[in-house]
């Protein structure tokens, strides 16, 4: 049963609005928050704050005290694995964690802990609360490839104004194939068919969706790709996921797709994508996620003329910590009624 007082500890910086958003969702809530323990956000939504921050001796010893004494904690301590290693170890009233990042199971997975020490601890992800943005920010990749923006800057950047024009393609009319449709890659897909487009995708269930004109699961991907002129990946990084987009599934689309990844880098061969940029299977590709990141500086993505890089930053947007509050003080009251929680993270699969 869940106990008459559930304490929530604030584990990453937040604004006192949130906070007390929190605070007002039931009377049997306490709050933990000392902002003078957290780092200080660097821009909107900051959560793991200022790398320059360190805690006294004092101040660390409070931190994890606070910590130790939550039911639930809101965000990994100090944002990292080990810290969500730590803290799984060390409270053994904690029953629900919230993460911060819309693909926590990575972090989990990083943490080294298994479905045993995992036993009893619930971990929601925020996935949902980026799907606007990410969505967003596909539109702009495929906009991006339509309209030949690449080129236009690099004549801008020499000055040059062709005697040959080359047209830019439509986008109304043309089709979408998602990868991943969960709640980004229908938000995505609302957007696409609000500029035109008709829509395909994948879904690890397979299941008629409204306005999605075919539905497979990621073995049937290569079926869609030939009626493909722009792919968009949303898909985590899972082992069942890993490489999906390799030099065969490149090869099944049709020349000129234009590629946008706001998954996660793993998903994609980055060899294989050059390669398919190369002899123009993929026209132009926007990515914001790569297989590691930071980026390596000799990756030939940074300058490659049909690429954008994006350093990992679509799903941001300056109303997000509003958004993650909203939805873990919906969260907290379901955790309070003993409710299903909505995006738990699988323990086993990390997902």
Same mark, same amino acid.
């Given at each position: 049963? /869940?106990?008459?007082?559930?304490?929530? @500890?604030?584990?990453?910086?937040?604004?006192?609005?949130?906070?007390?958003?929190? #605070?007002?969702?039931?009377?049997?809530?306490?709050?933990?928050?000392?902002?003078?323990?957290?780092?200080?956000?660097?821009?909107?939504a900051d959560h793991t704050?200022?790398? @320059?921050?360190? !805690?006294?001796?004092?101040?660390?010893?409070?931190?994890?005290?606070? &910590?130790?004494?939550?039911?639930?904690?809101? =965000?990994?301590?100090?944002?990292?694995?080990?810290?969500?290693? !730590?803290? @799984? #170890?060390?409270?053994?009233?904690?029953?629900?964690?919230?993460?911060?990042?819309? =693909?926590?199971?990575?972090?989990?997975?990083?943490? =080294?802990?298994?479905?045993?020490?995992? $036993?009893?601890?619930?971990?929601?992800?925020?996935?949902?609360?980026? %799907?606007?943005?990410?969505?967003?920010?596909?539109? &702009?990749?495929?906009?991006?490839?339509?309209?030949?923006? %690449?080129?236009?800057?690099?004549?801008?950047?020499?000055?040059?104004?062709?005697?040959?024009? $080359?047209?830019?393609? &439509?986008?109304?009319?043309?089709?979408?194939?998602?990868?991943?449709?969960?709640?980004?890659?229908?938000?995505?897909? !609302?957007?696409?068919?609000?500029?035109?487009? $008709?829509?395909?995708? /994948?879904?690890?269930?397979?299941?008629?969706?409204?306005?999605?004109?075919a539905v497979t699961d990621?073995?049937?991907?290569? =079926?869609?790709?030939?009626?493909?002129?722009?792919?968009?990946?949303?898909?985590?990084?899972?082992?069942?996921?890993?490489?999906?987009?390799?030099?065969?599934?490149?090869?099944?689309?049709?020349?000129?797709?234009?590629?946008?990844?706001?998954? #996660?880098?793993?998903?994609?061969?980055?060899?294989?994508?050059?390669?398919?940029?190369?002899?123009?299977?993929?026209?132009?590709?926007?990515?914001?996620?790569?297989?590691?990141?930071?980026?390596? @500086?000799?990756?030939?993505?940074?300058?490659?003329?049909?690429?954008?890089?994006?350093?990992?930053?679509?799903? &941001?947007?300056?109303?997000?910590?509003?958004?993650?509050?909203?939805?873990?003080?919906?969260?907290?009251?379901?955790?309070?009624?003993?409710?299903?929680?909505?995006?738990?993270?699988?323990?086993?699969?990390?997902?």
């Amino acid at each position: 049963m /869940t106990p008459v007082e559930t304490v929530v @500890a604030i584990a990453v910086p937040l604004e006192a609005e949130h906070v007390e958003r929190i #605070r007002a969702v039931d009377p049997s809530v306490t709050v933990l928050y000392e902002p003078g323990l957290l780092p200080p956000e660097r821009y909107p939504a900051d959560h793991t704050g200022d790398p @320059a921050f360190r !805690r006294t001796p004092e101040q660390e010893e409070r931190y994890w005290e606070l &910590l130790n004494q939550a039911h639930v904690l809101y =965000g990994f301590p100090n944002e990292t694995p080990d810290g969500l290693a !730590r803290i @799984a #170890r060390s409270n053994p009233h904690l029953r629900w964690i919230h993460a911060m990042a819309a =693909g926590a199971g990575g972090s989990v997975k990083a943490s =080294g802990l298994d479905a045993g020490a995992l $036993t009893g601890l619930k971990i929601t992800s925020s996935a949902g609360v980026h %799907a606007l943005p990410l969505a967003e920010f596909s539109a &702009l990749g495929i906009l991006n490839g339509f309209k030949r923006s %690449a080129e236009l800057a690099q004549d801008q950047a020499a000055k040059v104004w062709p005697e040959v024009r $080359t047209p830019p393609r &439509l986008v109304n009319g043309s089709h979408l194939v998602i990868t991943g449709l969960g709640e980004i890659g229908l938000e995505t897909a !609302r957007i696409a068919r609000a500029l035109g487009m $008709t829509v395909s995708g /994948t879904k690890r269930t397979v299941e008629a969706i409204g306005g999605i004109e075919a539905v497979t699961d990621n073995a049937g991907l290569a =079926g869609l790709l030939p009626m493909a002129d722009a792919v968009v990946n949303t898909l985590p990084g899972t082992p069942s996921t890993e490489m999906l987009f390799n030099r065969e599934i490149f090869a099944a689309m049709k020349p000129g797709t234009v590629f946008v990844n706001v998954g #996660r880098g793993t998903v994609v061969d980055e060899e294989a994508l050059l390669e398919a940029l190369g002899n123009g299977q993929v026209s132009y590709a926007c990515l914001d996620v790569f297989a590691v990141e930071p980026l390596p @500086a000799d990756s030939p993505l940074w300058s490659h003329p049909r690429v954008m890089v994006s350093p990992h930053t679509s799903a &941001l947007s300056t109303e997000e910590n509003r958004l993650i509050a909203e939805r873990f003080c919906g969260n907290l009251r379901a955790f309070l009624d003993d409710d299903e929680l909505p995006h738990l993270v699988d323990p086993v699969h990390f997902y």
